[in-house]
Every structure is written in structure tokens, then in C-alpha cells.
């Protein structure tokens, strides 16, 4: 039986910290974010683009994220358990949505973007076994962001991850928002590496409980 984790949480919550962690274990295949590609489309950097002129390019770099997304989502499975770097669903209900509340994406694009996300989600198959969010405080992810130093999100306040927060608890722990398409398994992610491996390790049987 093959199963689906997605691995969610803030920009620089751990979550490659976390793959990588799991990526030792055999029956486990990891599929990170395709930044690279959001980095580098036919030589144009739309994440570099969105992080300078969100009203102009919010809806270039989310129509490249919704199918190179859809595109991890549907690649086929090598392992009995994958575990991958967000999805499709956070995609839509958090980065979207953050740029859309915000005032920082036309209605006409949010539109055009719901329009495709809806036709995705009916006519489409997206499995999804659990959720692992990794819940922090905006303050960590922002000084985790500031030493992992990339270039494109040095604009990034932390007003902007209070934001991103914000989505994230009411869409998976207050549950307000929007339809949560897996059980969800809450890892808190303040602590040190150490602490947060030993953690992982802690989580483990529940992790793998949903390939059975
Ligand atoms: N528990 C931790 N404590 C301190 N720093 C961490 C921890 N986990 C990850 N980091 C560092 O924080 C930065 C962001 O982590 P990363 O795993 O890339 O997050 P994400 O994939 O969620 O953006 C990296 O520089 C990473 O080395
Ligand atoms: N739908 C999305 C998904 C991601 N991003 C941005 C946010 C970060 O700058 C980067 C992903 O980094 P991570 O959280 O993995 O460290 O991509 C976005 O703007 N829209």
C-alpha cells in the first residue's frame, strides 16, 4: 500500500530539514519543493519577480507553482511511503490566498487561479494520507530565513510570515478556512535540530502508520 505525507509549515520551518531526516530510511522517498524551477523557468526567475512586484507577477509565479505542484503530485511513486514538500492545497490556501487578503493580487487573477484550482481538485485525483504540519513561531522562521540567506527572500519582513502563520493555523488547527484533504499530525518546530530530530524520531510509527 503506498501512502502520502505531505510535510507543511512556514518558509524556513524545517521542512527540508525534516525530508532530509526521513530520506534515510529506505521504504521512504522524498520529493522536495521545485523551487529550482520557480527559481529558473526558460532562464526568467518568477520568485525573484513575485518577491519584488507581487501585484504584476503573483499570478506568474502561482500558475508555475500550481503545475509544476500538480506535477509532483502526479509523478509516480517509487516507495511504499513518499513524503513530500507541501501541495497543491497549500499552494491555493495559504501563498495565494496571503497574496490575495493582503491586497497584493487583482481579483481578476485570484479569480483565474481559483478557477484552475477548482477544475484541478474535481477532476483530478490528489491522494493524500496526513498532513505533518510543523508549527512554529513566525519569530524562528524568521531568523531561520535570515541564516539560510536566499537571495530572493531577503525582502521578506516578518509581517509576512505572521501572515503566513495566520493561514496555516486556521486552515489546519482552527480549521475555519478551508476543506483539510488529510488527518493531520502537529509537530511543534521551535526547538534545536537536536531536539527536533529526536522528535522525528518520536513521530516515526505515526508517520509510517499511514501506509498501512
Ligand atoms: N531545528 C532547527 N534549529 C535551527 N535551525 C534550523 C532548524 N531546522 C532547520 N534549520 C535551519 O533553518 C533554515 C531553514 O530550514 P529548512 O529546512 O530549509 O526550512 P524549510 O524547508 O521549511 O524552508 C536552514 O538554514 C536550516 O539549516
Ligand atoms: N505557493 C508558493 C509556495 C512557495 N512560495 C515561496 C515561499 C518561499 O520563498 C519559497 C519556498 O521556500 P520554503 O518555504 O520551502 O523555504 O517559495 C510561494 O511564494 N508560493
Not at 491555493?92 to 487578503?101: D, G, H, M, Q, S
Not at 509537530?187 to 537536536?194: C, E, G, R, V, Y
Amino acid at each position: 500500500v503506498k501512502a502520502v505525507i505531505c510535510v507543511e509549515g512556514n518558509i524556513a520551518s524545517g521542512k527540508t530539514t525534516c525530508l532530509e531526516y526521513f530520506s534515510k530510511t529506505s521504504s521512504i522517498e522524498v520529493l522536495t519543493e521545485p523551487i529550482s524551477k520557480w527559481r529558473d523557468v526558460r532562464g526568467h526567475n518568477p520568485l525573484a519577480l513575485m518577491y519584488q512586484d507581487p501585484q504584476r507577477w503573483g499570478i506568474t509565479l502561482q500558475t508555475y507553482v500550481q503545475l509544476t505542484m500538480l506535477d509532483r503530485h502526479l509523478s509516480a511513486v517509487a516507495a511504499p511511503v513518499r513524503m513530500m514538500e507541501r501541495s497543491l492545497f497549500s499552494a491555493k490556501y495559504i501563498f495565494v490566498e496571503n497574496l490575495f487578503r493582503s491586497g497584493k493580487m487583482p481579483e481578476v487573477d485570484y479569480a483565474v487561479l481559483s478557477e484552475w484550482f477548482d477544475w484541478i481538485t474535481a477532476n483530478i485525483c490528489i491522494p493524500v494520507d496526513l498532513i505533518v504540519y510543523l508549527q512554529t513561531s513566525p519569530q524562528t522562521c524568521h531568523e531561520r530565513l535570515k541564516q539560510r540567506c536566499r537571495e530572493e527572500e531577503k525582502v521578506i519582513p516578518l509581517e509576512y510570515l505572521e501572515s503566513i502563520h495566520q493561514l496555516y493555523e486556521e486552515w489546519l488547527i482552527r480549521r475555519s478556512s478551508w476543506p483539510v484533504p488529510a488527518p493531520v499530525l502537529v509537530i511543534p518546530a521551535d526547538h534545536n535540530l537536536q531536539r527536533m530530530l529526536h522528535q522525528y524520531e518520536e513521530n516515526r510509527a505515526k508517520i509510517l502508520a499511514a501506509s498501512l
